[in-house]
T-cell receptor, first 109, second 116 residues
């Protein structure tokens, strides 16, 4: 079967760094997306990894290890507005995104 | 960047009525559009995939006669919830994929449906 495993909730302090881990199992693999979703809103694109390694984009970085079925999203210099759910979504062999429930990140002052 | 709009953003209706939700790609041609539903604190659930000019492909457990999808043009797809009931109350989100771009989906802002 296909499944995603992420922590349900994480708490971090403003200005700090947090790493959100994701392990996945899919039928085939065509890359992995990370999305941010604020409460009551649709997901917004953060990153896409298709090759192993680290992709850096400003305060956000995403890492992928295809052999381990593992990815993480790294958020630096946390701001209050980063409080949101973070969704790890691998794409299977049919180019369909597989969704988990996401990780709710709570930022405290 | 690619923009997808949805209309309406919120709708409240009485039980038994039908509701139509529009999804438009504003600055690109979307050969494929996806309709998702999300209940509170749960993951996005893919309801159906629609390709322009052909019938939608529904996921297992989604009633195609209840959730009518029309993808009549390269920039517009509609989802009609027929005979809505309170259990259909949810957040409906569409996404669109451009021609030749198999990987990236662009999401609309979502529609909050409340059935009384």
């Amino acid at each position: 079967g296909q499944n995603i495993d992420q922590p349900t909730e994480m708490t971090a302090t403003e200005g700090a760094i947090v790493q959100i881990n994701c392990t996945y199992q899919t039928s085939g693999f065509n890359g992995l997306f990370w999305y941010q979703q604020h409460a009551g809103e649709a997901p917004t694109f953060l990153s896409y990894n298709v090759l192993d390694g680290l992709e850096e984009k400003g305060r956000f970085s995403s890492f992928l290890s295809r052999s381990k079925g593992y990815s993480y999203l790294l958020l630096k210099e946390l701001q209050m507005k980063d409080s949101a759910s973070y969704l790890c979504a691998p794409m299977d062999s049919n180019y369909q995104l597989i969704w988990g429930a996401g990780t709710k990140l709570i930022i405290k002052p | 960047g690619a923009v997808v709009s949805q209309h309406p953003s919120r709708v409240i209706c009485k039980s038994g009525t039908s509701v139509k939700i529009e999804c438009r790609s504003l600055d690109f041609q979307a050969t494929t559009m996806f309709w998702y539903r999300q209940f509170p604190k749960q993951s996005l659930m893919l309801m159906a995939t629609s390709n322009e000019g052909s019938k939608a492909t529904y996921e297992q457990g989604v009633e195609k006669d209840k959730f009518l999808i029309n993808h009549a043009s390269l920039t517009l797809s509609t989802l009609t919830v027929t005979s809505a009931h309170p259990e259909d109350s949810s957040f409906y989100i569409c996404s669109a994929r451009a021609a030749g771009e198999v990987n990236e989906q662009f999401f609309g802002p979502g529609t909050r449906l409340t059935v009384l």
